[in-house]
């Protein structure tokens, strides 16, 4: 069930980061007066909190394999 979790939630960040980019979101931004810097200072950190949860996910997998192959 946690593997589950951490796949939506790995996912959700990805459309999240996705969406940062877009046009669409700059666009609301600008129009709301907030500083494009602050945006470009949001992007890395949400990269990294994706590539941080991709590993955890990958390690899990991984890990679960092993426990699976060792019980055969």
Do not use: C
């Amino acid at each position: 069930m946690a593997m589950v979790g951490e796949a939506f939630l790995s996912a959700s960040i990805e459309v999240l980061l996705d969406r940062i980019v877009s046009g669409d979101v700059l666009r609301l931004i600008k129009g709301k007066k907030l500083e494009l810097v602050l945006l470009k200072e949001l992007k890395p950190s949400l990269m990294s909190v994706k590539a941080v949860l991709d590993d955890a996910e990958n390690k899990q997998i991984t890990n679960l394999n092993y426990i699976t192959f060792n019980l055969d």
